[in-house]
């Protein structure tokens, strides 16, 4: 009698992540997405083979919507990229399914594109970086969020590097960043800008000049030098759209002394609360919380003179600051 052995082989099994930069893009605008496989096995290695993308919405994949897996920076990870360009508004579900290898199974991800309508005017962010050289495993020092979404990974993202080390062209000196196109990022209201540094390591950078822009309206201005580091992140905020004064007023120009004078401070825009501060010129002030785009107040002056009374409008929003002035004249 003969007998016939013949062998089981077992496959390791794999996660399969997907995350596409960026994630939030307007109509038409391409965002990369990466899917990366993983040996979660006991004795893992690294896979190989394929990953087929599709879309449960309308658009298209570069420069097609399969690619093939190479060995990523990670132990037994393999990753792959292919550009995906919505052609309509909504949420995009971006599933990347793995087939699988003689010794790896399939497996599969997903990841949302936020995929909105073309801005009516564009907005740009700009700044000053100083001694932004530092990278580790493909990862830069130096990171801006808009509204928790990427905007730039400096050096390494901006640059394409990989691996670690130090990029010369950024290493003690200033650079200036920019403009990076933040349309589909910005929201009525208030905007949130994170400025960090995601590594391990202990870096130093610096920040200054930051500009937000749009169209031809400065949204934010912070030229302060501020530092970054892993343990020191910046943030600031922005309104969309910005705080205005609109209108800044007496009852009269031309009052008598201990006659009590009228103000009215007029705005729209920023974001609430809101609160006013007025300084009549006679070393005399008052502070006046907002309600429904107005604030006022009164005042007696004691002497006559030439006096110029302003205000000081106040929002939640680093950029939320606005003044007037106003010149009154007090007769005995």
Not at 320 to 331: E, H, K, M, N, Y
Request: hydrophobic share 35%; glycine share 10%.
């Amino acid at each position: 009698m003969s007998l016939t052995v013949t062998g089981v082989t077992t496959t390791h099994a794999t996660q399969t992540n997907v995350n596409c930069s960026m994630g939030s893009v307007v109509v038409n605008t391409p965002t990369t997405c990466t899917a990366r496989v993983i040996d979660t096995s006991n004795s893992p290695n690294t896979p190989t083979g394929t990953v087929s993308f599709t879309t449960n919405s309308t658009g298209s994949f570069s420069p097609s919507s399969t690619c093939t897996l190479a060995a990523g920076n990670g132990p037994a990870m393999a990753t792959c990229s292919v550009t995906y360009t919505p052609a309509v508004t909504g949420s995009h579900m971006i599933t990347g399914s793995y087939s699988g290898d003689s010794g790896h199974s399939p497996s599969s991800g997903s990841f949302n594109v936020n995929v909105r309508s073309v801005p009516p005017v564009k907005t740009t962010l700009t700044f000053a970086g100083f001694d932004l050289d530092d990278f580790e495993n493909g990862l830069g020092q130096f990171q801006v969020l808009v509204n928790g979404q990427l905007v730039a990974d400096i050096p390494a993202g901006l640059n394409q590097l990989t691996g670690s080390g130090d990029y010369l062209p950024y290493q003690n000196v200033w650079v200036n960043f920019g403009p990076f196109d933040i349309s589909s990022f910005v929201v009525q209201g208030q905007n949130t800008i994170v400025i960090r540094d995601p590594q391990t390591s202990d870096h130093f950078g610096r920040v200054r000049n930051l500009m937000i822009m749009q169209g031809d309206t400065l949204l934010l201005n912070a030229s302060r030098n501020r530092g970054i580091d892993t343990e020191l992140t910046v943030t600031y905020t922005f309104s969309n759209p910005l705080l205005v004064l609109t209108g800044f007023s007496a009852s009269s120009t031309t009052f008598s002394t201990e006659q009590s004078v009228g103000f009215t401070a007029s705005f729209t825009g920023g974001t609430g609360p809101f609160k006013c501060i007025f300084r009549f010129g006679d070393y005399s002030s008052a502070v006046v919380t907002a309600a429904d785009g107005t604030c006022t107040t009164t005042h007696t002056f004691g002497d006559p003179g030439n006096f110029t009374a302003r205000v000081i409008i106040i929002g939640s929003s680093t950029s939320d600051i606005v003044r007037g002035a106003l010149p009154l004249t007090i007769v005995d």
